[in-house]
């Protein structure tokens, strides 16, 4: 479900983060001033909650999703694309292609053009909002301008707070990457190898059905007790 995913993003994040000071040379070495621990705390949040909506992003292969309705016809008419694109729900954007392709995407973006990287931003921060359950119920329209105001105002903060984006990448490619491996948890798999056939689940034999008691009752409460402990901890030592 969209919370589990979004959370389980946000998790993964504020756990690699500070490791990520020993990689920019793999990548680019213009990231080593802003990853790891020299990340900002505004910096450190703004990871999280973007990579929680990056965890997001493989599903909006699914119109009739929640999370498709995030910023109202807006991204209606982009997963109706996505899904055409794709080749329907759990095809293309739930493999490792997709997971590396957007994070390559995002980095070259927040290197060279600023409006399509607050673009990716303003969408994954939506899509973060809306999976943790930010909204009216029952009511779209509501919902969709409720999270353009918060999505407005936490971007606008960012920005006065002087978040840097260079870390966009990585943010953007373990989001999804989360997002197919906890769906290989699940009992449909994904298909990891895309374009190659086939779907892998997990482990094989105990793959667990979405929205039942595990996810609602442990692995929901869990993943938010981390996200807490993990940002406390992040946040004391980045302040120390």
Request: proline letters at 4%; glycine letters at 16%.
């Given at each position: 479900m969209?919370?589990?995913?979004?959370?389980?993003?946000?998790?993964v994040w504020l756990g690699v983060a500070p490791g990520l000071v020993a990689l920019p040379g793999v990548v680019a070495p213009e990231l080593a001033s802003?990853?790891?621990?020299a990340l900002t705390p505004a910096e450190l949040v703004a990871g999280a909650l973007i990579c929680a909506g990056a965890a997001m992003l493989p599903d909006l292969d699914h119109p009739s999703a929640t999370i498709a309705q995030t910023f109202g016809p807006v991204t209606w008419a982009l997963s109706k694309a996505v899904n055409f694109i794709?080749?329907?729900?759990r095809h293309a954007t739930h493999s490792l292609l997709f997971a590396v392709g957007m994070g390559v995407g995002a980095h070259f973006l927040a290197q060279n053009y600023p409006i399509g990287r607050d673009i990716m931003v303003v969408l994954a921060i939506g899509l973060a909002l809306r999976a943790i359950g930010i909204g009216?119920?029952?009511?779209?329209?509501?919902?969709?301008?409720?999270?353009?105001?918060?999505?407005a105002g936490l971007f606008a903060t960012f920005l006065t707070l002087g978040?840097?984006?260079?870390?966009?990448?990585?943010?953007?490619?373990?989001?999804?990457?989360v997002h197919v491996l906890g769906d290989c948890l699940t009992e449909r798999g994904c298909p990891v190898l895309w374009p190659?056939?086939?779907?892998?689940?997990?482990?094989?034999?105990?793959?667990?059905?979405?929205?039942?008691?595990?996810?609602?009752n442990i692995l929901a409460p869990?993943?938010?007790?981390?996200?807490?402990?993990l940002?406390?901890?992040?946040l004391g030592v980045t302040s120390g």
């Open positions: 969209g919370h589990s995913h979004a959370l389980s993003g946000a998790v802003v990853v790891g621990s794709s080749g329907g729900h009216v119920p029952g009511k779209k329209l509501t919902s969709a301008l409720v999270n353009i105001g918060l999505t978040v840097q984006y260079a870390w966009l990448g990585f943010a953007i490619g373990i989001g999804c990457l190659i056939p086939g779907k892998w689940l997990l482990p094989y034999d105990i793959g667990f059905k979405t929205g039942k008691k595990f996810e609602l869990v993943l938010s007790v981390a996200v807490v402990v940002l406390f901890l992040r």
